[in-house]
T-cell receptor, first 113, second 112 residues
């Protein structure tokens, strides 16, 4: 079945550690996105990518990094510079940057101990 | 200030009852508005999309309305079921740059 796969579902991190969240899609979509979801707030855009080897900062990119070496993959690294990383992270994709429905993965919940 | 405001923040209803969720936005220019359903701990799933010229659209027991003049949308759920318990998120796409603006969501709980 076509869709977006995020892993891991749950992740615990000690302060000072970097962690990488995986996002893979087999929808042949060009555009991919990373959002952060906190209680009582709307989704906030971290990074997005319109095409392979290109990505742009979103509204809250500080402390995060991404790569887009393959069309199917858009991993997110939460670095130790992110001061409040505990959150639910959602990866999404759509056919193009200006078109179509956003399809979301199941999310990854990161907890910093 | 968030450009997409949803109300109420949370809502509890009994199974079988109807309810209406509201979404007010200031995003301009307007391209489209989507309602998503998000089950706890899962990713959001699209329910409906409304464009400027559409006033109402149904998807089963879900009916969305749009008043582009007053910049308001509603999602009406008929004959609620326990499986309707979820957060409902309103997303407005800005015309031109196609930026998507997310509401904070309404948390709906349907009780037996």
């Amino acid at each position: 079945d076509g869709g977006i796969t995020q892993s891991p579902k749950y992740l615990f991190r000690k302060e000072g550690q970097n962690v990488t969240l995986s996002c893979e899609q087999n929808l042949n979509h060009d555009a991919m996105y990373w959002y952060r979801q906190d209680p009582g707030q709307g989704l906030r855009l971290i990074y997005y990518s319109q095409i392979v080897n290109d990505f742009q900062k979103g509204d809250i990119a500080e402390g995060y990094s991404v790569s887009r070496e393959k069309k199917e993959s858009f991993p997110l690294t939460v670095t130790s510079a992110q001061k409040n990383p505990t959150a639910f992270y959602l990866c999404a994709s759509r056919a193009g940057i200006n078109t179509g429905e956003l399809f979301f993965g199941e999310g990854s919940r990161l907890t910093v101990l | 200030k968030n450009q997409v405001e949803q109300s109420p923040q949370s809502l509890i209803i009994l199974e079988g009852k109807n309810c209406t969720l509201q979404c007010n936005y200031t995003v301009s220019p307007f391209s489209n508005l989507r309602w998503y359903k998000q089950d706890t701990g899962r990713g959001p799933v699209s329910l409906t999309i409304m464009t400027f010229s559409e006033n109402t659209k149904s998807n089963g027991r879900y009916t969305a309305t749009l008043d582009a003049d007053t910049k308001q949308s509603s999602l009406h759920i008929t004959a609620s079921q326990l499986s309707d318990s979820a957060s409902y998120i309103c997303v407005v796409t800005e015309g031109g740059n196609n930026d998507m603006r997310f509401g904070a969501g309404t948390r709906l709980t349907v009780k037996p």
